[in-house]
């Protein structure tokens, strides 16, 4: 054998020792498993100093280390547990986790965290302070809607009713769910729109891109307030589930949206008279929409 090959050679075992020990490291992190873990990364650092995952790993091992179990009511407090986990922890997860596994592993983190933030009572000034949001970071759905319910009025605040939306289409699908957008689309259509991105549905997905294709709106965020009256238009099929949604008196996109339940209603019972005063409200809370309406029933009647 040459010196080149026994270079080679040594060089594939040093390689193989390198990903055994690291392995090593990785399987006692995924079993959450500290003690062990503590060893491996030991035997790994001795070997290895220069080793560029060692940081994630001692970061995540310094994780399971950590077993905070105090109540946590002082805003700073937990927007620094948070940021803890959100700066620090979930890189070093996926720095050196398995992608598939990088969710699963960082749950009971966030499981940990929701628990200690549950005596938090809601405020709007601070309003990501707060349980509900850590439990949908958790994929604990159940507690995050349980959460919600215990704020005053949840419904009438961007926060909770967005944080509700998600849990109900987690545990529910996007029937379930369509209240709840609906009411959110109305009181926040900023913060409704972000929320579509995070929930991945395709059917929200196709809609909302034919929306911004279609809708005869201000171009700006604030036209995602129409988007529950636009989808009885194109979607009639839809009315069932929307009438679930509290009408908002005071905002004009919702007025729309319950008139449009209300035309929709109408037009089976053949009451035209009553069906052109409709009509003529439609058309005064909104132009464009009131244009979209009739093109459908112009398509239909020819």
Same mark, same amino acid.
């Given at each position: ?57 001692? &970061? ?20 620094? @547990? ?10 070093? @997860? ?8 990088? !969710? ?113 709106? @201000? ?31 005071? !905002?004009?996109? &919702? ?48």
């Amino acid at each position: 054998m040459t010196l080149t090959q026994t270079m080679q050679q040594l060089d594939i075992f040093a390689d193989s020792r390198d990903v055994a020990l690291r392995n090593d490291v990785l399987e006692t992190l995924l079993r959450r498993d500290a003690l062990a873990a503590r060893t491996a990364l030991e035997q790994l650092a001795h070997a290895y100093p220069d080793d560029d995952a060692l940081p994630a790993m001692a &970061s995540l091992l310094c994780e399971l280390e950590r077993t905070p179990v105090a109540p946590i009511t002082d805003f700073a407090a937990l927007a620094r @547990a948070r940021c803890h986990l959100e700066d620090e922890v979930a890189p070093a @997860a996926r720095r050196v986790l398995p992608a598939q596994a990088v !969710q699963s592993w960082l749950a009971p983190c966030w499981r940990s965290l929701a628990q200690r933030a549950e005596p938090r009572v809601f405020r709007s000034a601070e309003a990501d302070a707060h349980a509900a949001p850590l439990w949908l970071r958790a994929g604990e759905w159940v507690a995050a809607s349980a959460a919600v319910e215990r704020i005053e009025s949840w419904w009438r605040m961007a926060a909770p009713l967005a944080w509700m939306a998600e849990a109900r289409y987690r545990t529910g699908g996007l029937d379930a769910a369509w209240p709840v957008l609906v009411e959110l689309a109305w009181l926040a259509p900023a913060r409704f729109a972000g929320l579509l991105p995070m929930l991945g549905d395709a059917l929200l997905d196709v809609l909302r891109s034919r929306f911004d294709a279609e809708f005869a709106g @201000a171009g700006d965020v604030e036209d995602y307030a129409w988007f529950p009256a636009w989808l009885l238009v194109v979607k009639p099929s839809l009315a069932g589930w929307l009438a679930g949604a509290r009408v908002q008196r005071d !905002q004009a996109a &919702s007025r729309a949206t319950a008139l449009l339940g209300e035309i929709l209603r109408r037009e089976h019972e053949g009451n035209q008279h009553e069906l052109v005063n409709l009509r003529e409200a439609l058309c005064h809370l909104h132009a464009g929409l009131f244009e979209a309406y009739m093109a459908t029933r112009n398509v239909q009647h020819r």
